[in-house]
């Protein structure tokens, strides 16, 4: 008798994070994950209950894996919410995969807006936001939240190709947010 391949949690959720990458998580079967990971699927399912409780692991490792390409990206020549926002529309087209299946409606119910809002360090955030002495706590948080709907709404236009423009008009876009929900936030009517 052949000795029992042992597979652990981490090797099948990184197994099935790559294949998303590549694929999409609707490719993903657990027949093909197991071909992969050159074993039977029965180290799957003492795994996973089953594939919903995968996708919803495979979710949150999405999840960080653009919270953290988002916080890297911050540097000192722009002010993190762009940058972050940018990293954002940039990883939507990149990794389009992983875009749709944070996307995807069905997979994760919460009230929050966004990934970074839900689990992020707002105060680095906060700390890089234009004019952000003007605000209370409540304010910023308003005006992330209104950007990341913006940002969230921009990426996925672009990232599914309806709307085609080049990166500093998407710079440009972001800004001119920016303002306009800082404005709306402060009660300047000027902007």
């Keep these: 008798m052949p000795p029992k391949i042992r597979v652990s949690k981490e090797q099948v959720l990184s197994t099935a994070f790559e294949m998303t990458r590549e694929d999409g998580f609707e490719a993903l079967t657990a027949r093909k994950l197991a071909e992969r990971l050159n074993s039977s699927t029965q180290p799957i399912f003492r795994t996973y209950e089953n594939m919903d409780s995968l996708k919803e692991d495979l979710f ?3 999840e960080e894996f653009y919270r953290d390409r988002m916080e890297n990206s911050v540097n000192e020549f722009e002010p993190a919410y762009l940058s972050m926002s940018l ?10 995969h992983l875009f749709s299946l944070l996307s995807a409606v069905s997979i994760h119910e919460n009230d929050d807006t966004g990934i970074y ?4 360090d707002l105060k680095k955030v ?8 003007r605000l209370n706590e409540d ?12 940002t969230h709404g921009l990426a996925s ?5 309806r709307l085609i423009v080049e990166n500093e008009g998407v710079s440009d876009m972001l800004k001119r947010a920016y303002e306009g929900f800082l404005n709306a936030e402060t009660g300047d009517k000027s902007g």
Excluded at 126 to 133: A, I, M, Q, R, V
Excluded at 157 to 161: D, L, N, Q, R, V
């Design 157 to 161: 236009m672009i990232a599914g190709k």
């Design 139 to 150: 304010q910023k948080t308003d005006l992330l939240k209104l950007l990341w709907i913006f």
């Design 87 to 96: 990293k954002y529309i940039e990883l939507a087209q990149s990794e389009y």
């Design 126 to 133: 906060f700390k890089g936001l234009p004019d952000e002495k």
């Design 117 to 120: 809002l839900q689990n992020g």
């Design 60 to 62: 949150y490792k999405c």
